[in-house]
């Protein structure tokens, strides 16, 4: 790796295919030759779990406790291993005995599984199950008992599906019955799962085209009123004009904001309503202080606005007067409420 530009996860993809291939070749070769002996090689690669006897099982289950122990007991100092090796050193944790240690369990954890699923089927059943569980939750420690749970059911569900069919192989159906439960979580996982992703995307974008729509609507208002110091209606051509959307998007976006009594429509075009004016005010701010803290990012680096998903009229009070005066120094405060407040005053 030191001596290359691939990642890590490419070399092993890279390193696992080829040497599984140049095996497949080399198996076929000595199954070919006269006095050509598998020795058990098919066995080691793809498994016999149907063979496994019960003192297997209980130095399966010995092995595994003990691995369970020893994950029990240095739970944190593993976690911090795996994540922050420097900090780990840094407080005077024995990192290398410690990476000896999870690799000692790695190999314990696959020579165990050999005889159910093979030494290539196990490395499926490494990952599997734990990225099965990622789906699921953010923690590590849940997601330590998640896969867990995930790898036995896969046991379970191989087990049941192959015993009662002849010549049907318990270690690949042990794997595919892993992948199904991977599959099923990445489409119906409730935060990461591709069904509530796509809902999200769509929520984001039909939330997206309103508020582009009340901000233009708004700009236009406020610039035509400095002018005027009047209110009048906009083409939608107008309002294209300023934040392009799809014919589709923008007819969808309109519908929504008349709906909710945002916006009214006319011959002529449309318009905001009071509480249009209101909403595409808070729109047209919070956006502006977007632009103010994408502009001056290093002076806000303590808000971490991710966390806050963006919500800038959330903040506290002292965060959007810094904000405000920035808006101010930049003359880009949205002023169509205050100049209509002091229009009506003035009559």
């Known amino acids: 790796m030191r001596h290359t530009r691939l990642k890590t996860d490419t070399a092993i993809g890279l390193i696992l295919s080829v040497f599984f291939g140049i095996g497949i070749v080399l198996l076929t070769y000595i199954n070919q030759l006269p006095v050509g002996d598998q020795s058990g090689l098919d066995e080691f690669i793809f498994g016999q779990a149907a063979a496994m006897v019960s003192s297997d099982v209980r130095i399966i289950s010995i092995v595994a406790i003990i691995l369970v122990a020893i994950v029990v007991l240095l739970f944190k100092e593993l976690k911090l291993l795996i994540f922050d090796r420097e900090f780990a050193q840094g407080i005077g944790l024995p990192t290398t005995v410690l990476n000896g240690l999870l690799m000692t369990m790695i190999v314990a954890a696959v020579v165990i599984g050999l005889q159910a699923v093979g030494v290539v089927l196990m490395v499926s059943m490494l990952i599997a199950p734990a990225i099965t569980a990622r789906y699921w939750t953010d923690r590590l420690d849940h997601m330590v008992i998640l896969s867990g749970i995930v790898g036995a059911l896969s046991g379970i569900s191989g087990t049941l599906i192959s015993a009662p069919i002849s010549g049907m192989p318990t270690g690949p159906l042990i794997v595919v019955s892993a992948c199904m439960l991977f599959f099923v979580s990445l489409v119906i996982a ?128 002292e965060e959007q007067g810094r904000l405000q005066a920035l808006l101010h120094e930049h003359k880009l405060e949205p002023t169509l409420l205050q100049m209509l407040q002091e229009g009506r005053t003035s009559t």
């Open 190 to 317: 409730p935060k990461k799962g591709l069904l509530i992703k796509a809902y999200r995307l769509k929520h984001l974008r039909k939330q997206t085209a309103r508020e582009q729509i009340l901000q233009s609507l708004y700009e236009l208002a406020e610039e035509h009123y400095a002018a005027t110091r009047s209110l009048k209606t906009f083409p939608g051509e107008d309002i294209q004009a300023l934040r392009p959307l799809s014919a589709r998007r923008f007819q969808k976006a309109l519908k929504g904001l008349q709906q909710s009594g945002y916006v009214n429509v006319t011959n002529e075009g449309f318009y905001l309503t009071a509480s249009g004016r209101e909403k595409a005010h808070r729109v047209t701010l919070n956006n502006r202080y977007m632009q103010m803290y994408a502009m001056h990012e290093v002076r806000f680096a303590n808000l971490h606005m991710e966390k806050q998903n963006w919500d800038f009229l959330s903040l506290p009070e």
